[in-house]
């Protein structure tokens, strides 16, 4: 089984393309600049911008993959305020061209989307409206109803707040920023108004694995089981690795004027994934001590 995985540099692309590679699978990595990660075999890396067609059809022409697993975005919701042509470009016109490039080599196609293209009253399910409260939000979603509208048995996964161990090359998430803070006896400040549903990363390899094995089609929710917020994580990441939960200060996200609204009570509904891929996510507990 030949895989394509797009943003492999990123932090979760990183860990797929791992995952993939040690299952045995023959993994083709794709990313922007030069791979940040051993690229030993059974990964072969490109390195394409993947907003210019010429250079994606130069690569999937030589690869021809059987599925794609399209993870590259602008990620950062203040980058994609900031530059909203730009987010439009690397969020959905780059999706385009790779949902191109699975219809003309018959790829099967799955999108990384996000729980922010719902607003509030989450947790959501699948089918719920969406309501994105900002650009990114919005570009996500338009990029998903381009790939249900063009691609035939599409895949599209929904994680949120994804986070795991930091590999080699790759960025910390949020777990790693609270650990290297209270390392260092810094007191922080941490919003707990705003519910999410975390992601262990490698819960997300798993869910794809099983929807590529088992060749589904449709929307599912990769996401954490627990409603927690951003201080809750802290705090439970705090006390997982017997650091200083007192240096962790709870705080409004009004202490935090950003330019960009994010939902208080979001979180995503797992009861799809855990009744047709049997999801087992890891607890946020359990997740964030298999992480150092
Ligand atoms: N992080 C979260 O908590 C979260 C939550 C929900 C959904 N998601 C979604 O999950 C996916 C992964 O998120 P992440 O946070 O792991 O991402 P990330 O760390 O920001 O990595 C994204 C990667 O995409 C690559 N990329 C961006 N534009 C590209 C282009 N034009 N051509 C080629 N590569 C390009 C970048 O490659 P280079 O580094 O090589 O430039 C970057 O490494 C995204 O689709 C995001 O929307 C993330």
Redesign the pocket.
């Known amino acids: 089984m030949k895989i394509a995985i ?8 990183q860990h797929v393309t791992q995952f993939f590679a040690n299952k045995g699978f023959q993994v083709h990595a ?4 030069a791979a ?1 990660f051993a690229t030993q075999s059974p990964i072969q890396y490109h ?5 210019d067609m010429p250079s994606v059809e130069m690569v999937f022409d030589s690869i021809r993959p059987d599925w794609i697993i ?7 919701p203040d980058e994609c305020h900031v530059n909203p042509e730009n987010c439009l ?3 959905v016109q ?1 999706t385009i061209h790779l949902g191109e490039a699975a219809l003309k080599y018959q790829s099967r196609f799955i999108y ?5 293209i719902f607003g509030e009253n989450g947790p959501h399910g699948e089918e719920d409206q969406a309501a994105p409260l900002n650009f ?1 939000g919005e570009s ?1 979603l338009q990029a998903e109803i381009w790939v249900k509208q063009h691609i035939p048995k599409y895949v599209i996964v ?6 795991g161990p930091e590999l080699p090359g ?2 910390p ?1 949020f777990i790693q920023w609270v650990q290297k803070q209270l390392l260092q006896g810094n007191s922080i400040k941490v919003v707990n108004d705003q519910q999410r549903t975390p ?1 262990f990363v490698n819960d997300i390899c798993e869910g794809l694995e099983t929807i590529i094995v088992e060749n589904h089609n449709g929307i599912f929710h990769l996401a954490g089981a627990e409603i927690i917020t951003p201080y809750e994580m802290a705090i439970e990441v705090a006390n997982c690795l017997s650091l200083n939960p007192n240096l962790i200060e709870a705080v409004d996200s009004s202490s935090f004027p950003e330019p960009v609204k994010r939902a208080k009570q979001s979180g995503l509904k797992i009861d799809k994934a855990s009744k047709v891929l049997n999801y087992k996510p890891h607890s946020f507990a359990e997740g964030v001590r298999k992480s150092f």
């Open positions: 797009t943003g492999a540099n990123g932090f979760t692309g794709i990313s922007r600049g940040r390195s394409c911008d993947l907003t399209h993870i590259a975005a602008m990620s950062k470009l690397q969020n780059a990384f989307s996000t729980d922010f990114y996500k929904r994680p949120v707040f994804i986070y790759s960025r998430s992601t």
